[in-house]
């Protein structure tokens, strides 16, 4: 077991007669539980009315929410959690949807709160929060219903026509009687006609949408070809002459539907990835009033208002503290991973993290008026100038369309000097033989295909864009902390006074620092699995922590504040320090005993990822709002040259511009809410899955590990992904260019028509599934990304 | 020939059977989740030892 969180779910698992889990299960899940007493508290939240306004339906007795599972891998989570969950006295219905992670619960209000269930949840490893389902869900499900529709109609509506296609076609050789041939062609127009109006509907109104804003895109080629060829056929039916063509309409909208439909999974299954991200936890305050505190809905905080945060809550809205000492994280905010110190005065930023001792804060700001907000609008004005990208098919099918007129034209021209009689069939067997089907599958199988790639390495494209933008990057930027580092110290060097041990100075550090909140005591927490006992233990905010261990009178913190003037020696210095090091003095009541050096950890990865990067030809640069000293040093260990530090949201959003000012089509990685705008200004962003959510409401992409080497690989499956598509453009265009000779020439008939458009359009198709290949990874080829 | 005009409109009913039926497999849902049920029968819900099945036996089974 790894860690406490792990034991308690394998208990509760095994308790509750569920070890077939283990049996059945295919993917082990990955990464350490939170402990559960951790999360109860804020659980407890979603019982609250207010809360459970927006996304619970029914106020009676009988409730019913829509929850997303974390942590689901396999079909076997699906089956335990609802097993588990079912169990649960008060519970009337839970059942888990594996494809989407979603789950809808109803229960019981007098016998059961909804924090129950979702505590039980928890208890087995799951995490579990509610959502509102009535954003995307519905819309995704009725997308998903109507090309489900469009596709059987298709489906059938073609099979069928090709069956007494086959009946018109032997005719053709063995000839058939007038009477016969009618009838057969009135039949398969009856099929084909449903298929023409119905299942390719949303290709005829989007290429009116095109038409109507002057621009050609892909649905043009595809509604003409499909209209003409229907239309003659048609005529041909009614006045019983030329050829029919109601085989190759029908197969042309089956395959198209069927690409599309493709298309719209992917999209559907990073959208539902990215919503999971985003989390319906309302922040919570508490509010002092007369009468002592009353929880409250952050919302609802008005200017005036005090509030109470005890330690590792989270600020609730701007303001001034009038009581208390602590020091509070605001490394989302501004990208300085040590806390700062804040006093009795001092100005706090809504959304930033109180550390280590309560404070009461009275609120100065709200809503629109909040630091918070004014980077929301500075993302607003960012992701209203997001740079446009072509779509390269679409270029490709403008010229298409207008070569394929002027061609029609031509043709029709020649043939009534040559065969009035024949003009307008020999005209039309060319504008169906030259299908666009091939030039518009070209690009949505590929991309299709490519995204399913990535979101099999841990990232999830949410715009279409992603990848011919990522192809084009010259330059990736890179946010410091929290995206190349953890945002978190880490012991990096000890040097001890004359005649004192390492080991039992490490334990004593860590026996003052064993309740403390601080990211400090994290940092001694690794090392030490048993403190030892403290006695007498008094953090100073911002400073550091007295107390007693073994008998001494020890003090760990800032050396200004442990160096007493009376005291002796300094420890040596072991050699030179970093400039971002931060650097903790350990002395008892006579002389300093240790000096500790910490520094913000690196993510695995990082200097392989930048090298591999670099050998890709991308220029790397560093933008963070940390201290200069801190951004260089980093730069300089993970080998990025240009690195500016102590940047405001809007510099960094300026120092971007000017990159792509310059020409450069930049990529931006980031995960803090100071790192949205930049990352809504970039041509593609990345954001970590463990960052702000504002920051992934604003990223492209969001990156679900904490594996950077994903990102080369996502910028090779990129480039690929566009050569790909460039070779299917070529290839329908080669084709078509082959084909219309024969068909100007008066040589084709439907059925080779019909068979020529197919196998474009299969070649097409198996070309782009090249693309589900894993490029080159570190030695885990095939692995799920989770 | 004339059997095409017994056949041929039987084809016409039979496809339009067809897609009535998948429409209402559409909306009954049918499509909303696509890899659990294929998984979710080779789970054992009727194993005694799990909750709500009763008799909770400490043999296990092989």
């Not at chain 1, 009618?182 to 005829?204: E, G, K, N, Q």
């Amino acid at each position: 077991m790894c860690c406490p969180g792990c034991a308690a779910v394998a208990r509760a698992i095994v308790e509750g007669g569920l070890e077939d889990y283990y049996r059945y299960r295919t993917v082990t899940p990955t990464g350490q539980r939170e402990r559960v007493p951790d999360i109860l508290s804020e659980l407890t939240l979603y019982d609250r009315e207010e809360v459970q306004r927006s996304f619970v339906s029914g106020t009676g007795e009988q409730r019913e929410a829509a929850l997303i599972l974390e942590g689901i891998v396999c079909a076997a989570c699906a089956w335990l959690s609802e097993r588990h969950v079912k169990e649960l006295p008060g519970v009337v219905d839970f059942s888990v949807n594996y494809t989407t992670h979603r789950a809808r619960l109803s229960w019981d209000e007098t016998r059961i709160k909804l924090s129950d269930v979702l505590m039980a949840i928890s208890a087995i490893g799951y995490r579990a929060h509610p959502f509102d389902p009535s954003r995307q869900e519905g819309v995704y499900r009725q997308e998903r219903a109507r090309m489900l529709k469009q596709l059987a109609v298709a489906g059938l509506g073609m099979m069928q026509v090709m069956m007494v296609a086959v009946g018109l076609y032997a005719g053709d050789y063995g000839g058939m009687s007038p009477e016969t041939r009618s009838l057969l062609r009135w039949i398969s127009f009856a099929f084909a006609t449903p298929v023409v109006f119905y299942a390719a509907r949303t290709f005829f109104s989007a290429a009116w949408r095109d038409l109507k804003r002057r621009a050609l895109g892909m649905d043009v080629p595809v509604a003409l070809a499909v209209a003409t060829a229907y239309g003659a056929s048609t005529w041909a039916t009614l006045i019983g002459t030329g050829e029919v063509y109601f085989d190759s309409v029908t197969m042309f909208v089956f395959f198209l539907l069927v690409g599309r439909f493709l298309e719209m999974l992917a999209r559907h299954r990073a959208g539902q990835t990215v919503e999971a991200l985003v989390h319906l936890k309302p922040t919570m305050a508490r509010r002092l009033d007369r009468d002592g505190e009353t929880a409250v809905v952050a919302s609802e905080l008005i200017v005036g208002d005090s509030v109470r945060v005890r330690p590792g809550e989270v600020i609730p809205a701007d303001g001034l503290v009038t009581e208390g000492t602590s020091s509070v994280n605001e490394s989302l905010l501004t990208g300085e991973y040590l806390p700062c110190r804040r006093v009795v005065g001092d100005v706090v930023v809504g959304g930033s993290i109180n550390v280590e001792s309560p404070l009461t804060v009275r609120v100065a700001a709200v809503g629109a008026d909040s630091v918070l907000s004014a980077v929301i609008q500075l993302l607003d004005r960012a992701l209203a100038e997001k740079p446009r990208l072509a779509i390269v098919a679409d270029r490709v099918a403008g010229w298409f369309v207008g070569g394929l007129l002027l061609m029609a034209i031509g043709v029709y021209a020649f043939w009534s000097w040559y065969d009035p009689a024949r003009a307008f069939w020999v005209t039309l067997s060319v504008l169906v033989v030259t299908c666009p089907c091939a030039l518009s599958l070209a690009m949505p199988v590929a991309l299709t295909a490519a995204t399913g790639t990535l979101s099999r390495l841990g990232l999830l494209a949410t715009r279409g864009h992603v990848l011919e933008a990522l192809s084009r990057t010259t330059d990736i930027v890179f946010d410091k902390t929290g995206t190349l580092t953890y945002g978190r110290p880490e012991l990096v060097g000890v040097a001890v006074a004359e005649g004192e041990d390492i080991e039992r100075c490490l334990c004593w550090a860590a026996a003052l620092e064993q309740d403390s909140e601080h990211p400090v005591a994290q940092a001694f927490r690794v090392y030490i699995d048993t403190p030892l006992p403290a006695t007498a233990l008094f953090a100073e905010p911002g400073s550091g922590i007295t107390g007693q261990v073994e008998g001494r009178q020890l003090r760990i913190g800032r050396p200004d504040w442990v160096a007493r003037t009376d005291m002796m020696a300094e420890p040596r210095s072991f050699g030179v320090g970093a400039a971002e090091d931060g650097v903790v003095w350990l002395a008892d009541e006579t002389r300093v005993l240790a000096e500790f050096r910490l520094r913000d950890r690196l993510r695995p990865g990082v200097s392989q990822a930048i090298e591999a990067l670099r050998v890709l030809g991308l220029r790397v640069h560093m933008l963070s709002g940390d201290t200069q000293a801190a951004v260089t040093d980093v730069a300089q260990r993970v080998g990025v040259n240009e690195a500016i530090g102590g940047l405001a949201p809007a510099d960094k959003l300026a120092a971007l511009r000017h990159l792509q000012a310059a020409g450069a089509t930049v990529a931006m990685v980031g995960d803090g809410v100071n790192d949205a705008p930049v990352l809504a200004g970039a041509d593609v962003s990345v954001a970590l899955a463990s960052g702000a959510q504002l920051a992934h409401a604003s990223a492209d992409m969001v990156l679900l590990s904490d594996r950077l080497l994903r990102l080369p690989q996502a910028v090779v499956v990129s480039r690929r992904c566009l050569r790909i598509v460039k070779q299917n453009l070529t290839w329908a265009v080669g084709y078509n260019l082959m084909a219309v000779p024969l068909a100007a020439s008066g040589w084709l008939t439907p059925w080779m028509a019909a068979i020529g458009m197919s196998a474009s359009s299969l070649v097409v198709v198996m070309n782009a599934l090249r693309l589900r290949d894993l490029p080159e990874t570190d030695g885990k080829g095939r692995e799920a990304a989770v | 020939m004339t059997i095409l005009y017994l056949l041929l409109p039987l084809a016409v009913f039979l496809a339009i059977l067809a897609i009535v039926a998948f429409i209402w497999t559409v909306k009954s849902g049918q499509y909303d989740d696509m890899d659990g049920p294929p998984q979710r029968m080779l789970m054992d819900d009727d194993d005694p030892r799990l909750p709500g099945n009763g008799v909770r036996r400490a043999k296990r089974r092989p």
